[in-house]
Nanobody, 128 residues
Framework: QLQLVESGGGSVQIGGSLRLSCASS????????MGWFTQALDGTRVTVAA????????YYSDSVRGRFTISQDSAKNTLYLEMNNLKPEDTAVYFC?????????????????????WGQGTQVTVSS
C-alpha cells in the first residue's frame, strides 16, 4: 500500500531550523513529482516546495525561496525539507505529497491539485 509518513516537525524559535522528512513506502521514482504543502485557513493547499523525482526541476514559493531546501534520498525512499531562518509566518501543518500523473505542463506540475497521494502532516510552530 502506498504510504507517505512525515516527521521532524516541532516548536522552534524565530531564526531556528528544522528538517522535515517524508518516508515513502515505494521508491521515489514511482512518482513524477513530490512536494511539501501547507493548508490555508479556508482549506486551500499551498505549495511550499516541490521537485521532479528525475531531477528535472525544483520549485519554491516566494516566501521560502533562499531559506528552505527540498531534496530527496532515493536510497532511503525519503523526501526532505530543510527549513532555515524560520519565521512566525512559517507556522503551519506541513504535508508531504506525491504525484503519479501523465498530463501536466511546465506551469502546473507543482500545483497541489495534481498531487494524488498525501501524508497526514506534521506541525511546525515558530515563536519568539
Amino acid at each position: 500500500q502506498l504510504q507517505l509518513v512525515e516527521s521532524g516537525g516541532g516548536s522552534v524559535q524565530i531564526g531556528g531550523s528544522l528538517r522535515l522528512s517524508c518516508a515513502s513506502s515505494v521508491p521515489l521514482n514511482d512518482y513524477n513529482f513530490m512536494g511539501w504543502f501547507t493548508q490555508a485557513l479556508d482549506g486551500t493547499r499551498v505549495t511550499v516546495a516541490a521537485l521532479m523525482t528525475d531531477g528535472g526541476a525544483t520549485y519554491y514559493s516566494d516566501s521560502v525561496r533562499g531559506r528552505f531546501t527540498i531534496s530527496q534520498d532515493s536510497a532511503k525512499n525519503t523526501l526532505y525539507l530543510e527549513m532555515n531562518n524560520l519565521k512566525p509566518e512559517d507556522t503551519a501543518v506541513y504535508f508531504c505529497a506525491a504525484a503519479q500523473v501523465y498530463d501536466y505542463t511546465p506551469g502546473n506540475w507543482y500545483k497541489p491539485e495534481l498531487y494524488n497521494y498525501w501524508g497526514q502532516g506534521t506541525q511546525v510552530t515558530v515563536s519568539s
